[in-house]
C-alpha cells in the first residue's frame, strides 16, 4: 500500500487510514518524554528526541538547531531514509511537533507532516495506541542538506527588526508580550524584541486542531501589511515554529523562525 504526502497537516483519520502505508514512518516528539515501556504512543511510532538528540546541547540557550551531521546521524539511527514519508505529532495537540516539522524542512526533506491534534486527538477518535518496547531500527539514508533561509539567529533579528520588509511575529501570551507576568525560564528577563507584533499561537486552536484555513488568515491580514518577509519568534524556538505552520497553511513564503527566540534575545539585552 502506497500513499501521497499533499500537505503539510494531517487528520487522524488520514493517519489512521494510512498507518500502515509503504515507507511511512510516524514520529513522536512530545517533549521531555520519559520513554519507556510504560509510556504510550501511536502504534509504531519512533521518538524524535527533539532535546536530546535533534538539539546542540552545547549551546548556551534551550533547543538549539543541531549540525548538518548531528541531524543526519540521527535521523538515520531512526530508520528515516530519502523516500520516507514522515508525521510529527505530540502529547499537547500541536506543540513541539511543530518544531519538529520545521526542522525537516530546515535539513531539506519535504515530505513531513504534522499530525493534526496530536496524540490527544487520535485518543479522542478511540484510535488505538500501545507501549513503547525496545526495537532495532534499521539505519536509514536519510541525507541532510541545510537551508540557512528558513532560520536566524540573534544578529540576523536585529537586522530584521530594522527592516520595514520583514515583521517579526511573537507566539508567547499576551501577559508575556506585553511584560505584564515574569517570563517562566528562571533569571530571564521580561520584553520583546523591538517592532515585533504579537500573536499567541494557542489562539490558532479549536480545542486540540487547528482551526480552518480561513479564520487562520484573518489572524495574518490582521498583522501583516507590506511585510514580504514573516519572522517568527516565541520563548525558545518551539512554539514559533506552530505560528510558521500555520502561515505555511495559508501559503505565505518567505517564512523564517528565529532560533534562539526571546531566551537568546533577552539575555543577550538589556
Known amino acids: 500500500m502506497k ?20 515507507g511511512l514512518i510516524v514520529l513522536d516528539s512530545t517533549i521531555n518524554k520519559v520513554v519507556d515501556s510504560s509510556s504510550s504512543r501511536i502504534p509504531k511510532a519512533r521518538f ?3 532535546k536530546q538528540k535533534f538539539s546542540d546541547t552545547s549551546a548556551p ?6 549540525s548538518v551531521e548531528q541531524f543526519q546521524t540521527e535521523a538515520q539511527n531512526l530508520g528515516i531514509n530519502k523516500d520516507s514519508i514522515l508525521v510529527v505529532y505530540d502529547d499537547k495537540g500541536i506543540y513541539s511537533s511543530a518544531r519538529a516539522w520545521w526542522l525537516f524542512k530546515v535539513f531539506g526533506f519535504e515530505k513531513v507532516a504534522v499530525l493534526d491534534g496530536g ?16 526495537e532495532q531500527l534499521k539505519k536509514g539514508d536519510f541525507e541532510a542538506k541545510f537551508n540557512p533561509n528558513l532560520m536566524t ?3 540576523g533579528v536585529n537586522q530584521f527588526s530594522e527592516n520595514k520588509k520583514a515583521l517579526i511575529i511573537d507566539a508567547r501570551s499576551e501577559s508575556r508580550f506585553k ?5 517562566p525560564r528562571e533569571g530571564l528577563r521580561r520584553g520583546t524584541i523591538p517592532n515585533s507584533k504579537n500573536l499567541p499561537f494557542t489562539d490558532l486552536f479549536d480545542g486540540n486542531t487547528m482551526k480552518p484555513v480561513e479564520e487562520l488568515s484573518l ?12 519572522i517568527f519568534s516565541c520563548g525558545s524556538g518551539i512554539t514559533a515554529c506552530v505560528l510558521a505552520l ?7 513564503k518567505n517564512l523564517i523562525v528565529y532560533d534562539g527566540s526571546w531566551t537568546e534575545y533577552g539575555s543577550l539585552t538589556d
Open 3 to 22: 500513499t501521497n504526502l499533499n500537505s503539510n497537516l494531517v487528520s487522524v483519520d488520514w493517519l489512521n487510514a494510512n498507518r500502515n502505508a509503504t
Open 48 to 50: 524524535f528526541d527533539i
Open 61 to 66: 540557550f534551550p533547543s538549539t538547531l543541531p
Open 219 to 230: 489572524f495574518f491580514k490582521n498583522l501583516v501589511a507590506q511585510e514580504q518577509t514573516l
Open 246 to 252: 500555520a502561515a505555511t497553511l495559508c501559503n505565505y
Open 179 to 183: 511584560c505584564l507576568v515574569d517570563e
Open 153 to 155: 539567529d540573534f544578529e
Open 119 to 134: 496524540l490527544p486527538e487520535w485518543i479522542h477518535h478511540g484510535l488505538p495506541t500501545e507501549n513503547y518496547s525496545k
